[in-house]
């Protein structure tokens, strides 16, 4: 089965650091362009950055550039995210997402994880 | 960036109706535009790319139109599963990739 788990938040005060996981399984994850998107309580979804296959390429909103950090591992089937200097406004449920590669530039999303949930608060 | 507006924001139809969302881009992005559908607590599940295109597993019943600025997505005879919210995205440019900000489709 095509899968992605994310792992890693919690509750984490102003200015604090958090990583994400993404744990992928059942494709062959060196393949794809991974993403990462959030989405804050009752609200929409952000893109939050993508990175390639072999990680030559990588971008990132504004709103977390200098901040947020993407990267994957191939050998370890996972994608990352680590956060610095959280804001308050940072809170939100952060999925990974695959990208299926339709358009052969960052594109559409095709598979999702679940989610894990980052609250910044102090 | 390139901003995707949608419209409605939230209706209410019956199960069986036809209904038509509306995406809208401030610039044009040819046909480099997927929608996705969002149940409450759940992660978002593609449903169209490239505008027209239907992913994999998909029910027939959902379609989309449009190109350039003006985009569609229609589900022909509404079922009870397909309440739920509607995204649409652009990936025409980048960064940032953008998501328009959501049609509810509630039961009337």
């Known amino acids: 089965e095509v899968q992605l788990v994310e792992s890693g938040g919690g509750l984490v005060k102003p200015g604090g650091s958090l990583r994400l996981s993404c744990a992928a399984s059942g494709f062959t994850f060196s393949s794809y362009s991974m993403n990462w998107v959030r989405q804050a309580p009752g609200k929409g979804l952000e893109w939050v950055s993508s990175i390639s296959s072999s990680s030559s390429y990588i971008y990132y909103a504004d709103s977390v550039k200098g901040r947020f950090t993407i990267s994957r591992d191939n050998a370890k089937n996972s994608l990352y995210l680590q956060m610095n200097s959280l804001r308050a406004e940072d809170t939100a449920v952060y999925y990974c997402a695959r990208d299926p590669g339709y358009s052969g530039s960052p594109g559409a999303f095709d598979i999702w994880g679940q989610g894990t949930m980052v609250t910044v608060s102090s | 960036a390139i901003r995707m507006t949608q419209s409605p924001s939230s209706f209410s139809a019956s199960t069986g109706d036809r209904v038509t969302i509306t995406c809208r881009a401030s610039?044009?992005?040819?046909?480099?535009l997927a929608w996705y559908q969002q149940k409450p607590g759940k992660a978002p599940k593609l449903l169209i790319y490239?505008?027209?295109t239907l992913q994999s597993g998909v029910p027939s019943r959902f379609s989309g139109s449009g190109s350039g600025t003006d985009f569609t997505l229609t589900i022909s005879c509404l079922q009870s599963e397909d309440f739920a919210t509607y995204y649409c995205q652009q990936y025409y440019s980048y960064p940032p990739l953008t998501f328009g900000g959501g049609t509810k489709v509630e039961i009337k």
């Open positions: 490239a505008a027209s």
């Open positions: 610039q044009g992005i040819s046909s480099y």
